[in-house]
């Protein structure tokens, strides 16, 4: 993660306490370092589509439903 992106996301989520943005940060990591897209086969069998990652905005959205 670079140091923006860092500072932009510790700034996002200054009203969490560290322990909560830790996971958070663990959460995006681990999901960052699987592979850059996802095979899915299509229905008709003869070819697999590539679909994106989430981006770092849907991610925050994503964890924003898990906050206690």
Known sequence: MKKEEYEEWISIEEEISVAAT????????????????????????DECVEENPPTNTEMRRASSFHKF
């Open 22 to 45: 830790i996971t958070d940060l663990e959460i995006c990591r681990a999901v960052c370092q699987q592979d850059q897209a996802i095979k899915v086969d299509d229905s008709d069998g």
